[in-house]
């Protein structure tokens, strides 16, 4: 069965501080996605980065950047000079082994407060 | 881009009334369709899935059920709502063929309240 772990439940940094939000995945597809899903106080979840198992290359985003390490099976994201609009919850996802999505899996979300 | 509208944006319900949830599609055919639920302060739980017309399946067995009349729409349905069922529920999509590779796109969600 695949398990998405992100152990931080909340996390408050004061703004321009840079923030790491951490998740751990378990699956055992050799091919599988992963997913960082952003949800704003207004609900709607967004759609933040994709990476696939066979691309471990790290990536950055403008203040966003991600770090896939498939020996230790995490993909951690780092915001950078955190502002006040980052204030959200962030989800982690893994999908894989389907041709349906049915077993696209969310963490339990970690919710970043971004202190002015 | 596939755009995904659902409504209404909020609801308050008695305990055994009726629900019906839309969630319509645009911008794609033939997507695979989600029903997710978020209890308050909670991750999100799969609810239900369809790949086609007429097609659902379905992940927790509940009072709860869904349905696909048309490509692009997908209903969200219980005869009688306990006070269980409040929360957030989000409607998803993906496009394409080998779904798993594909981002799910999401909604902006219906706010249930069962009173």
């Known amino acids: 069965a695949q398990k998405v772990t992100q152990a931080q439940t909340e996390i408050s940094v004061v703004e321009k501080e840079d923030v790491t939000l951490d998740c751990v995945y378990e699956?055992?597809?050799?091919?599988?996605?992963l997913f960082w899903y952003k949800q704003p106080p207004s609900g709607e979840l967004v759609f933040l980065i994709r990476?696939?198992?066979?691309?471990?290359q790290n990536e950055i985003s403008g203040r966003y950047s991600w770090n896939f390490q498939k020996s230790t099976s995490s993909f951690n994201f780092t915001i950078t000079a955190s502002q006040v609009v980052d204030s959200a919850v962030y989800f982690c996802a893994l999908s894989g082994g389907d041709n349906y999505g049915q077993n696209f899996v969310f963490g339990p979300g970690t919710r970043l407060s971004v202190l002015p | 881009s596939q755009t995904i509208h659902q409504w209404p944006a909020t609801l308050v319900q008695p305990v055994g009334s009726p629900l019906s949830l839309e969630c319509t599609v645009e911008g794609t055919s033939n997507p695979n369709l989600y029903w997710y639920r978020q209890a308050a302060g909670r991750g999100l739980q799969l609810l239900f899935y369809s790949v086609g017309i007429g097609q659902i399946s379905s992940e927790v067995p509940q009072n709860l059920s869904a349905s696909r009349p048309q490509d692009r729409q997908f209903i969200l349905s219980s005869k009688k709502l306990l006070l269980s069922d409040s929360g957030f529920y989000l409607c998803?999509?993906?496009?394409?063929?080998?779904?798993?590779?594909?981002?799910?796109?999401f909604g902006d969600g219906t706010r249930l309240s069962i009173l």
């Open positions: 990476r696939n198992s066979f691309d471990e």
């Open positions: 998803a999509c993906t496009i394409g063929t080998g779904n798993s590779n594909q981002p799910q796109h």
């Open positions: 699956t055992r597809d050799t091919t599988y996605y």
